[in-house]
């Protein structure tokens, strides 16, 4: 006895949309399974490959030319009495009786270019004169003088300071120790101040008058 077929008639469409998909979903696995063999992640075959850098020499200047541009530009000359000006300086021109007076000293640069000089108290002298007779000089009792060098700019003007105090005694480096040194006259002597920093003298003097 034969078992019974049932009909053979024309299937849904859904039907052959659904065969279709798993049709084109296999191809796609196909094709993915040879791509992946021909083409390996990482592979030199697959890997995109890289520009090359290519380093390019620059010329540069020789070391002796180096050396010479630094020394040009670090080089500063020393100041000389052709490039700066030393000026004495009083802070009065009569002094009344018993009143100290006070000197002091200026160096201005009137160059056209910085030059170094030391200005430190080893450097500096005051002397006091009187015609031709000199009374009192800074440097015959000093005690501790310092150095210091100093660059100084074209059209800089540098004070020393603080102002030394006259007693109004005459010096000797043999009265250093004494505590009665000879008064210098008054009554209206007049006296005059020289001043030099590194063997630089000032030009003029600043006169003064003692009471």
Not at 83 to 101: F, H, L, N, R
Not at 104 to 128: H, K, Y
Not at 170 to 196: M, Q
Request: proline residues 6%; charged residues 20%; negative net charge.
């Amino acid at each position: 006895m034969s078992a019974k077929q049932g009909p053979h008639g024309r299937q849904p469409r859904s039907v052959y949309i659904k065969r279709r998909l798993w049709v084109l979903a296999g191809l796609i696995a196909v094709v993915a399974i040879i791509v992946l063999v021909i083409w390996r992640p990482g592979s030199s075959s697959g890997a995109q490959e890289q520009p090359k850098t290519v380093a390019t020499k620059t010329a540069e200047p020789s070391t002796a030319a180096t050396e010479a541009a630094a020394d040009d530009s670090e080089t500063v000359s020393e100041c000389s009495k052709d490039t700066v000006e030393v000026k004495a300086i009083t802070d009065k021109t009569t002094y009344a009786s018993g009143e100290e007076p006070q000197l002091s000293l200026s160096i201005t640069n009137t160059g056209e270019a910085p030059c170094t000089i030391d200005v430190g108290t080893s450097q500096q002298v005051f002397t006091i004169t009187s015609g031709k007779d000199t009374y009192w000089t800074s440097t015959d009792c000093q005690t501790e003088p310092t150095n210091a060098e100093t660059t100084l700019e074209p059209g800089k003007t540098l004070t020393s300071k603080p102002a030394i105090a006259w007693d109004r005694t005459s010096s000797d480096p043999s009265t250093c120790d004494s505590d009665k040194r000879p008064a210098v006259a008054a009554d209206g002597a007049s006296y005059h101040l020289t001043t030099s920093v590194a063997g630089i003298t000032s030009e003029k003097t600043a006169q003064f008058v003692l009471y």
